[in-house]
């Protein structure tokens, strides 16, 4: 080889080496300009549903706040990224229990008739499934283990919002909760009722991740005639960007069950 083939060779190494760097630091750019993007999302999301709760927001203006701060959080991530949504993608949310000892009344539970996330005036429905533990005294230790009980992720996703300041006496249903989004199922996921919360919005989850310990905190839940449950409720996006009740309960009966480490 000639030196100049040598000079050569150097140069095409060190243009390689330079491309990859480049390439390397304006991936770091954009993920950390991403992260600072959900947090700020996060931030209205959390914003829409307190203004909905507090009934200072109609619920027209909440719709349109809700597309515009979602369509904002869908364009950070990419769909063609998504693995296949095989069983394994599903990790049921109760850490050690089976789907068919704690889905309440074996999923008849579920109504989405009537539902809507932005009038606090429409009431009667239950888009959701509540999932039981053994806790018969009800102090949120499951009497089998002798320990609190983990709510897991049940899918891979974003944390959106967190309530961690719930008090006995208050009046607010739903208590303590989460409300995480899953770019690949393009949905909402609502877990309610929690005792401690785990996560904090803009931190992302994987299927199976601790996000919380299972509660009573939440207007009825905390009466002693309710049995300790974790409520879980999936929103899909439509093509407007708005949510739509769907029901998981497939999902659930075929997720994966994650025993004690």
Request: hydrophobic residues 30%; neutral net charge; without cysteine.
């Given at each position: 080889m000639t030196k100049e083939s040598v000079v050569m060779t150097v140069k095409r190494l060190v243009g390689i080496v330079l491309i990859v760097a480049i390439s390397a630091w304006t991936n770091k750019d954009k993920e950390e300009n991403r992260e600072e993007k959900i947090v700020s999302y996060s931030t209205i999301f959390r914003q829409i549903q307190m203004d909905v709760r507090e009934c200072v927001i109609s619920p027209d203006s909440a719709r349109s706040a809700f597309r515009t701060v979602m369509t904002d959080i869908k364009a950070l991530y990419r769909p063609d990224s998504c693995r296949t949504m095989d069983s394994s993608y599903f990790v049921y949310p109760v850490k050690c229990y089976m789907p068919a000892e704690s889905i309440g009344g074996k999923g008849m539970?579920?109504?989405?008739?009537?539902?809507?996330?932005?009038?606090?005036?429409?009431?009667?429905?239950?888009?959701?499934?509540?999932?039981f533990v053994h806790d018969k005294n009800r102090d949120n230790i499951d009497d089998r283990t002798w320990r609190p009980i983990d709510v897991l992720a049940f899918t891979s996703g974003v944390v959106l919002a967190t309530e961690t300041s719930w008090k006995y006496d208050s009046q607010l249903r739903g208590g303590n909760w989460i409300w995480i989004y899953d770019p690949c199922l393009d949905g909402l996921f609502y877990y309610a009722h929690n005792n401690i919360v785990n996560v904090q919005p803009?931190?992302?989850?994987?299927?199976?991740d601790k996000i919380s310990e299972?509660?009573?905190?939440?207007?009825?839940?905390?009466?002693?005639?309710?049995?300790?449950?974790?409520?879980l409720m999936f929103?899909?996006?439509?093509?407007?960007?708005?949510p739509e009740p769907a029901n998981p309960i497939d999902w659930l009966m075929r997720a994966t069950v994650k025993d004690e480490d």
């Open positions: 539970g579920y109504n989405s008739e009537g539902f809507d996330l932005f009038d606090m005036e429409a009431k009667g429905s239950h888009p959701a499934h509540d999932l803009g931190q992302w989850v994987n299927a199976g299972m509660g009573r905190s939440g207007f009825n839940a905390y009466k002693k005639r309710s049995p300790t449950h974790l409520h929103l899909r996006l439509n093509a407007e960007n708005l």
